[in-house]
């Protein structure tokens, strides 16, 4: 039994081990690469060939700024490039980046980065051909603009 027990051991590699041996403060140094990750990964697939891949890095984008505040730090360069997707060729495009754009907005009113993205890509989108798009946008210019001053 005990040199049944060793071979199990044997079979445990060290990689298994490492999450219950690794530091905590290690740990939160492989999370912060593995965002930093993250963020190359979703700004290639932003800049992607195929609408789906697009649509789905933009809505990924958009969770991961409302759930993780480490995203916070890339607000700016990232609004940028989802600002430039308003102008896409696919409408579905065109308007998960109207949601994620207004997402970035809502969580940080006062970067300025934000903001411009924001005028940029959303306010022209009221002349959009589809008219789904300009009452999403309306009701976006409502909620960031009207919407706060009222309040």
């Given at each position: 039994?005990?040199?049944?027990?060793?071979?199990?051991?044997?079979?445990?590699?060290?990689?298994?081990?490492?999450?219950?041996?690794?530091?905590?403060?290690?740990?939160?140094?492989?999370?912060?690469?593995?965002?930093?990750?993250?963020?190359?990964?979703?700004?290639?697939?932003?800049?992607?060939?195929?609408?789906?891949?697009?649509?789905?890095?933009?809505?990924?984008?958009?969770?991961?700024?409302?759930?993780?505040?480490?995203?916070?730090?890339?607000?700016?360069?990232?609004?940028?490039?989802?600002?430039?997707?308003?102008?896409?060729?696919?409408?579905?495009?065109?308007?998960?980046?109207?949601?994620?754009?207004?997402?970035?907005?809502?969580?940080?009113?006062?970067?300025?980065?934000?903001?411009?993205?924001?005028?940029?890509?959303v306010l022209p989108m009221v002349m959009d051909s589809e008219s789904s798009i300009v009452d999403k946008c309306l009701d976006n210019i409502f909620e960031v603009i009207i919407d706060p001053l009222c309040n």
């Open positions: 039994q005990q040199q049944q027990q060793e071979e199990e051991e044997e079979l445990v590699t060290p990689r298994t081990r490492l999450p219950l041996q690794t530091p905590l403060s290690e740990a939160t140094s492989q999370s912060i690469e593995c965002i930093v990750d993250i963020n190359e990964i979703l700004k290639r697939r932003i800049l992607d060939d195929r609408p789906a891949v697009r649509k789905a890095a933009l809505q990924a984008l958009e969770t991961l700024v409302k759930t993780h505040p480490q995203f916070q730090k890339s607000f700016g360069e990232h609004s940028v490039l989802v600002s430039g997707r308003c102008m896409d060729i696919a409408m579905s495009i065109r308007k998960q980046a109207l949601v994620t754009l207004a997402e970035f907005v809502v969580q940080s009113p006062q970067d300025p980065v934000v903001v411009g993205s924001w005028v940029r890509g």
